[in-house]
C-alpha cells in the first residue's frame, strides 16, 4: 500500500515559517503526482499547490510568493516551505497522490483527483 506520512506542522506566530514534510512509502516515489491539500474546519479540502515526477511544481497564485513546494527523490520526502505565514494558513495541511500514471499537467487542485492521504499535520498560526 501507498502510505504518506506528513510532519512538521505546529504552532507559530504571524510572519514564521514552517517547512512541512511528507514522507512516502509503498511505491515508487517519484513517478507520482503530488500535491498539498489544507483544510480548515467545516470546509473542503483546498489545493494548494502539485508537484509532478520532474519536480515541476504549480502553487497557487496567492501563495506562490510565501509557499514553495519541492521533493527528495532520494529520501522520498515532498516538502512544503511556508514563509510568512498568516493567521488565515491555519489549517490541518495534507499531502496526496494521484494514481500511478495519472497526468499531472495543469493546477491538478481537486481533491477527488487524488487517490493517497496522509493523515494531516495541523498548523497554527497567531
Known amino acids: 500500500d501507498v502510505q504518506l506520512v506528513e510532519s512538521g506542522g505546529g504552532s507559530v506566530q504571524a510572519g514564521g515559517s514552517l517547512r512541512l514534510s511528507c514522507a512516502a512509502s509503498g511505491y515508487t516515489y517519484g513517478t507520482y503526482c503530488m500535491g498539498w491539500f489544507r483544510q480548515t474546519p467545516g470546509k473542503g479540502r483546498e489545493g494548494v499547490a502539485r508537484?509532478?515526477?520532474?519536480?515541476?511544481?504549480d502553487i497557487v497564485e496567492s501563495m506562490k510568493d510565501r509557499f514553495t513546494v519541492f521533493k527528495d527523490n532520494a529520501k522520498n520526502t515532498l516538502y512544503l516551505q511556508m514563509n510568512s505565514l498568516k493567521s488565515e494558513d491555519t489549517a490541518m495541511y495534507f499531502c496526496?497522490?494521484?494514481?500511478?500514471?495519472?497526468?499531472?499537467?495543469?493546477?491538478?487542485?481537486?481533491?477527488?483527483?487524488?487517490?493517497?492521504w496522509g493523515q494531516g499535520t495541523q498548523v497554527t498560526v497567531s
Open positions: 496526496a497522490a494521484r494514481g500511478l500514471g495519472a497526468d499531472c499537467s495543469g493546477p491538478r487542485r481537486s481533491s477527488a483527483e487524488y487517490v493517497y
Open positions: 508537484i509532478d515526477s520532474d519536480g515541476r511544481a
